[in-house]
C-alpha cells in the first residue's frame, strides 16, 4: 500500500495543483465586478466550459512531464526521451484544438463581464489567437458591445487577418472618428504591406478636417498605447 501511494503521490499532487490553479483562474468573480442575472449566468456557463477544457488538457500535459522526469531520473534516457516527443506533440497538436473550442467561451466571457476598465481586454489576451475570428466578425456590429476593446484586443493578439476589416472601418465615413482612429492605430501595428498600403492610401485622401483627425487621433493612439 505505501509502495503503490509513493508511486502515484506525484500525479496526485501534480492533478490537485493544476485543479486548484485553473478553479482560481475561471472564478466568476474574477470577472463579475457588479454582476447582473443574464449575464452572471453565461458568465458561469463560459467559465464552466473553459474549466473543463484547460484543465484536462494541463492534466494530461503535467502528469506526462512528471512522468518523463521520474523516467530520468532513474536513468531511464530512452523511456524519458520518448515521453518528452509525446508530451510536445500533444501539447501543441492538441493545444490548439482546446484553445479553439475555448475561443468562443471566452468570448461570451468578454461580451458578459462587469470589471473594471483596465481588466475588460483581458480575456481576449487569455483566449490568444483563436478568437481573433469572431471578434473580427463582431465588430462589424456598430452597435457591438466593447468595440473599441475588441479593436485593440486584435491588436494585443496580433491577429493580422482583420486588416482589411480595419481598413474598411478607417475609410468608412459613417463611422464614428474614434473608431475609424483605432482602426489606424491597429494597422499602423500591424505592420504589414497592406496595412501599410491601406494607412498611405487613406493619408493621401484625407483632405477634410474630420480625416485629418482620425489620422492624427489614430498616431496619438499609436504613440500612447500600452506595449
Not at 515521453?83 to 490548439?96: E, S
Not at 462587469?114 to 483581458?122: D, K, L, M, Q, W
Not at 489576451?125 to 463582431?138: C, D, Q, R, S, W
Request: with cysteine; hydrophobic share 40%; charged share 25%.
Amino acid at each position: 500500500m505505501k509502495t503503490l501511494t509513493k508511486k502515484i503521490l506525484p500525479y496526485l499532487i501534480t492533478s490537485l495543483l493544476v485543479i486548484g490553479f485553473w478553479k482560481m483562474w475561471t472564478w466568476t468573480d474574477n470577472y463579475a465586478w457588479n454582476p447582473e442575472g443574464k449575464e452572471l449566468l453565461m458568465l458561469d456557463i463560459a467559465l464552466t466550459s473553459i474549466f473543463f477544457y484547460k484543465t484536462i488538457f494541463w492534466l494530461v500535459t503535467a502528469n506526462l512531464v512528471v512522468f518523463g522526469l521520474l523516467q530520468l531520473r532513474k536513468k531511464k534516457i530512452k523511456t524519458a526521451g520518448v515521453v518528452l516527443a509525446l508530451t510536445l506533440t500533444y501539447h501543441f497538436a492538441v493545444g490548439q484544438v482546446v484553445d479553439k473550442k475555448c475561443a468562443f467561451h471566452y468570448y461570451s466571457v468578454f461580451h458578459n463581464q462587469s470589471v473594471a476598465e483596465g481588466y475588460i481586454i483581458r480575456p481576449i489576451e487569455e483566449a490568444g489567437y483563436e478568437i481573433g475570428p469572431i471578434l473580427t466578425e463582431k465588430i462589424e456590429e456598430k452597435d457591438m458591445k466593447y468595440r473599441r476593446y475588441a479593436i485593440l484586443g486584435l491588436q494585443k493578439i496580433d491577429y493580422q487577418p482583420a486588416t482589411e476589416l480595419m481598413g474598411k472601418l478607417l475609410f468608412d465615413t459613417s463611422e464614428l472618428e474614434v473608431y475609424r482612429a483605432d482602426a489606424n492605430e491597429t494597422l499602423k501595428t500591424f505592420d504589414n504591406e497592406k496595412s501599410n498600403q491601406l494607412l498611405n492610401d487613406f493619408r493621401k485622401q484625407a483632405k477634410d478636417s474630420t480625416e485629418n483627425k482620425v489620422v492624427e487621433l489614430g498616431e496619438y493612439f499609436y504613440e500612447n498605447r500600452e506595449k
